[in-house]
C-alpha cells in the first residue's frame, strides 16, 4: 500500500530512498520513496514484518543510510 508522510523534496527526500517503518521501537516494514511533493512523500510499502500489523498514524519513518 501507499504511505504519505509528511516530510518531501523540501527535506531533500527523493525517489528511491528507502526508510524502515516504525512503531514504539518495534520494525513494522519497510518502504521505498514513490513520489514527493515539497512538504509530502508518498512511500510504497515494499515488506511487512507482519501482514496483521499494517502501519498506522503515528507510526515512525527512518531513514536507511545503509545499502
Excluded at 527535506?11 to 518495534?26: C, K, P, Q, W, Y
Amino acid at each position: 500500500g501507499l504511505v504519505v508522510v509528511n516530510a518531501g523534496h523540501d527535506a531533500d527526500l527523493n525517489v528511491g530512498m528507502r526508510f524502515r517503518i516504525e512503531r514504539s521501537g518495534t520494525h513494522i516494514g519497510d518502504a521505498i520513496v514513490a513520489a514527493t511533493r515539497p512538504g509530502v512523500s508518498g512511500l510504497l510499502m515494499q515488506a511487512l514484518t507482519n501482514q496483521d500489523n499494517q502501519v498506522r498514524p503515528g507510526d515512525t519513518a527512518k531513514l536507511i543510510l545503509n545499502n
